[in-house]
Nanobody
Framework: QVYLVESGGGAVQPGGSLRLSCAVS????????MGWFRQAPEKEREFVAAISWTGNGREYADAVKGRFTISSGGAKNTVYLQMNSLKPDDTAVYFCAAAKGYPLSEVRDINLWGQGTQVTVSS
């Protein structure tokens, strides 16, 4: 059985950077498209970024384009989200996600979820 385990969240000041990691345990991300979603308090879970299983396709939500970068590494068993120029509006729980299909941008597209990691941007 495949599990997704996130790490790298924390608190940072506006303009700062964080790097989230998602380790695929019990299998390989080679057969999954991978992505990141986030959920702020009292808001619905929303798409952030996605990468195809080949690594050649990448998509971003408009709110994070130019600031966030999704990548894969470690024999494609780890997916990263580099977040730069963070804003208070980026504060949320970030969830790693895996899907059999690509592209993925909706919650209904997702087959597996990680447990989530908190990102707080505040001065």
């Amino acid at each position: 059985q495949v599990y997704l385990v996130e790490s790298g969240g924390g608190a940072v000041q506006p303009g700062g950077s964080l790097r989230l990691s998602c380790a695929v345990s019990g299998g390989s991300s080679n057969t999954y498209a991978m992505g990141w979603f986030r959920q702020a308090p009292e808001k619905e879970r929303e798409f952030v970024a996605a990468i195809s299983w080949t690594g050649n396709g990448r998509e971003y939500a408009d709110a994070v384009k130019g600031r966030f970068t999704i990548s894969s590494g470690g024999a494609k068993n780890t997916v990263y989200l580099q977040m730069n120029s963070l804003k208070p509006d980026d504060t949320a729980v970030y969830f790693c996600a895996a899907a059999k299909g690509y592209p993925l941008s909706e919650v209904r597209d997702i087959n597996l979820w990680g447990q989530g990691t908190q990102v707080t941007v505040s001065s």
